[in-house]
């Protein structure tokens, strides 16, 4: 579904990523981990085109995207949760939601959605008057999962979605990834520093480090891996 | 701060240090005087202590009332719900007092021009044509966030769009009017395109630069512009086949600025609710995150800079029709400030607030006239008051009562 041909993607001088490759089929959950600034968001960055790789190609289903615009990418059906949530803190968690069907003119389908989401997580139908930048992290991060799935995306990159949560939060929001991926055959890409959870829940990942791609494997593999279990597992 | 906080003995000091402060500060011009007859300088000692006396006094009031301006802090929640119970929303949302409301002002506009003097209906018009451009730069600035120091460019080209249309093809206003609305929306898509990479601080400049080109080039340019000493006899719009007095022209083109802004304020609050709206809220917000939703960012700031610029447009079109003499002396930087007031004082984004403080901003210093001398400067202290005691603008707009709140990193965040 995604082929990423050793692409390098720069920040003016600094290369963060050094010639990576990758593949993701049709409805698999790929986890991507790595240790700080390895490049793992800069990966995602130029999948959707928000920094775009100045060298190297990405295909998505066979349309090659790698110079194409940002909203054109968006419009394919990839769909981007940022690091760190961005949520827009002063409109509504409906506005949030309409937001992410910024590109879409079903009005029944977002309706569809937005029930969908609503029933994922059923915080956010309560709190849906209530400005986005009031939730708890736990629930700001479930609205922007929810703001994503609002575009009826094909792919669906996650960064980092346990980024500072508490572990039962966790444990629900991956939960509601693994149901997000069987029931709509969402293909997701996640990219996480909390390796042990993403490698359960994913099909196969990879392992990055100052920029290239070190290991590439099943995550069954990879979770036994004596060099993953030390530098990621901590065991 | 309640009255028995206010006259501590730290009070007193406060107030003692602010009444050397304004001592210092007015020592130069309130007390010393050079008498160049005598070639003596006089002191004036008795000024500077009633200066003394005077802000020490209103200190206390002043620090009182700011107190009290400050509501304490509260959570966004409950400020919400403070602020959807508050009486003035309540009072304006019953429909009886919408319908008196709205049947009264209709009664004072439509009646305005008959009951007062030509002179009341100019400056009436003045503030209308401001309204329509504070209107406008509040898509720009309120609606999109973008800071634009140069809006009065727009200005100058619709005024002299008309003005050159019609000094050069003899076009009439009628036509001049979407001809300088399409014109000023184009030069906005122009400067839009190099300036949309830059934010905040440097699009400011950047616009500044920009009005300042503007009427540099309609200074110098005299073949194209006639220069300095500008174009006359522009000629009021009119109805075709009826001659109009110099009075009953004045009326209509009140009436006309009436429907102008009837025509904005329907528009831009059409605008505000669009999905176009939400995206500049948004965009606003974080670009990033605007970016991942599909939201072009590029199309999205130039729209709102080309539909800011149109009201310019117009306005300028109008100013040029009601003065009937234009020239780059009425497009100075100034203006820009002006009218980026008059959205910053109605409180950003509001639209109501804009009305109001632009018919302020206008009328007043208009009005003042009869303290001559002293007319910018107690314009000047209402808008510094304004600017201390209601920091958020006359009206502010709902949606900024989070802002502070919402932005806050949370702490988990950090890690
Ligand atoms: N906007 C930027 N400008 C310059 N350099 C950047 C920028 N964003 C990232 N970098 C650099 O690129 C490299 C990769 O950063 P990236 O954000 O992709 O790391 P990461 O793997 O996502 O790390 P983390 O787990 O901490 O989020 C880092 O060395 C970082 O300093
Ligand atoms: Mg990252």
Not at chain 2, 227 to 232: Q, V
Request: proline share 4%; charged share 15%.
């Amino acid at each position: 579904m995604l082929r990423i041909n050793h692409i390098h993607t720069f920040y003016g001088n600094i290369e963060a990523l050094k010639g990576i490759s990758l593949d993701i089929a049709e409805g698999e959950i790929i986890t991507l981990i790595g240790a700080n600034g390895a490049g793992k968001s800069t990966t995602l960055m130029s999948i959707c085109g928000v920094v775009p790789p100045r060298r190297g190609e990405i295909y998505f289903r066979g349309t090659p995207i790698h110079d194409m615009a940002t909203d054109k990418i968006v419009a394919l059906g990839i769909c981007q949760v940022p690091e760190g949530r961005r949520i827009f803190p002063i409109l509504s968690v409906m506005e949030n939601l309409e937001m992410g069907s910024y590109l879409r003119r079903d009005p029944q389908g977002i309706k569809s959605d937005l029930d969908y989401v609503f029933d994922l997580f059923p915080i956010l139908a309560q709190r849906r008057h209530q400005a986005g930048g009031t939730l708890s992290g736990g629930e700001q991060q479930m609205l922007a999962i929810s703001r994503a799935l609002m575009a009826r995306p094909k792919l669906l990159l996650l960064d980092e979605p346990s980024l500072g949560l508490a572990p039962l939060i966790i444990q629900q929001i991956f939960e509601i990834i693994v149901k997000i991926n069987r029931e709509n055959r969402t293909t997701i890409f996640l990219v996480e520093q909390n390796a042990n959870l993403a490698l359960k829940i994913a099909h196969r990942g990879y392992v990055m480090e100052n920029g290239i791609i070190t290991l590439s494997d099943t995550a069954a593999n990879l979770l036994g891996n004596e060099a993953v279990k030390k530098a990621y597992l901590g065991i | 701060m309640t009255m028995r906080k206010l006259f501590t003995l730290d009070e007193i000091k406060k107030s003692l240090l602010v009444a050397l402060w304004f001592m210092v500060l007015t020592f130069p011009i309130l007390a010393v005087r050079v008498n160049p007859i005598y070639k003596v300088v006089e002191w004036r000692w008795h000024n500077l202590l009633m200066v003394g006396i005077g802000a020490f006094l209103l200190s206390f009031p002043w620090r009182y009332f700011q107190g009290h301006g400050k509501p304490p802090e509260k959570s966004a929640a409950a400020e919400n719900q403070a602020l959807k119970n508050s009486k003035i929303l309540l009072w304006r949302r019953h429909p009886w007092v919408r319908l008196c409301a709205v049947v009264l002002a209709t009664g004072l506009v439509l009646s305005f021009p008959f009951l007062f003097s030509s002179y009341q209906v100019n400056i009436m018009t003045t503030a209308l044509i401001y309204v329509v451009l504070g209107l406008g730069l509040n898509i720009v600035v309120g609606l999109a966030g973008l800071l634009d120091l140069g809006y009065v460019a727009f200005y100058a080209v619709g005024a002299y769009s008309y003005a050159l249309l019609h000094l050069h093809f003899g076009l009439s206003f009628w036509l001049c009017l979407p001809i300088g609305a399409g014109l000023a929306a184009l030069f906005g898509i122009l400067l839009g395109f190099p300036v949309l990479r830059l934010r905040g601080d440097y699009l400011a400049i950047v616009t500044l630069g920009f009005g300042e080109i503007i009427r540099l080039v309609l200074e110098n340019w005299n073949e194209f512009s006639q220069g300095p000493s500008g174009i006359s006899n522009i000629p009021r719009p009119g109805l075709p086949g009826i001659e109009m007095s110099l009075n009953a022209s004045s009326i209509f083109l009140y009436f006309l600025m009436i429907a102008l802004t009837l025509f904005t304020i329907l528009v831009v609050s059409r605008l505000r609710d669009s999905r176009i709206g939400r995206a500049w809220l948004a965009l606003r917000e974080d670009e990033i995150a605007c970016q991942a939703m599909g939201i072009d960012k590029t199309r999205t700031k130039l729209t709102a800079f080309a539909l800011g610029a149109t009201w310019a447009g117009m306005g300028g079109v109008m100013f040029a029709a009601k003065t009937t003499f234009i020239n780059p002396a009425s497009f100075t930087f100034l203006e820009s400030a002006i009218i980026l007031s008059i959205v910053v004082l109605g409180g950003m984004g509001s639209m109501l607030g804009v009305i109001l403080s632009a018919f302020i901003l206008i009328l007043v210093p208009e009005y003042l006239r009869a303290f001559s001398e002293y007319r910018m400067l107690i314009f000047g202290a209402v808008l510094v008051i304004m600017m201390v005691f209601r920091p958020q603008g006359l009206i502010s707009n709902v949606r900024h009562r989070y802002r502070f709140e919402g932005l806050k990193t949370p702490p988990e965040e950090l890690g």
